[in-house]
């Protein structure tokens, strides 16, 4: 069964920080650029940083760049993201998406990707 499961959210105070992790079973997460999206409450869910299927390659939202960083451990088959200096706007359910592209098109179209998993909630104290 082809698989992405989420761990590492949860309730932190502003300024804090959270790494999530996404775990692939099933297939072999090297081969897939990877991706997290995240979804507030009442919103669109959004691209956040994606990375390339070797590693070389890595883009992020204006709203996070020097804030969070992603990073990919393919023996492991887990991406992850350091999320550091947390908002309360950061808060939403964060989700790890995989495409068939190791070299993403284009990476915040949910379009390009064919798995997803179930998505951890990232919770943001002020």
């Not at 088959?77 to 098109?105: F, G, W």
């Amino acid at each position: 069964q082809l698989q992405l499961v989420e761990s590492g959210g949860g309730l932190v105070q502003s300024g804090g920080s959270l790494r999530l992790a996404c775990t692939a079973s099933g297939f072999t997460l090297g081969y897939y650029g990877m991706a997290w999206f995240r979804q507030a409450p009442g919103k669109e869910r959004e691209g956040v940083s994606s990375i390339s299927s070797s590693g070389g390659t890595t883009e992020y939202a204006d709203s996070v760049k020097g804030r969070f960083t992603i990073s990919r451990d393919n023996a492991e088959n887990t991406v992850y993201l350091q999320m550091n200096s947390l908002k309360p706007e950061d808060i939403a359910i964060y989700y790890c998406a995989a495409s068939r592209h190791p070299r993403l098109n284009s990476w915040t179209s949910e379009y390009e990707y064919d798995f997803w998993g179930q998505g951890t909630q990232v919770t943001v104290s002020s």
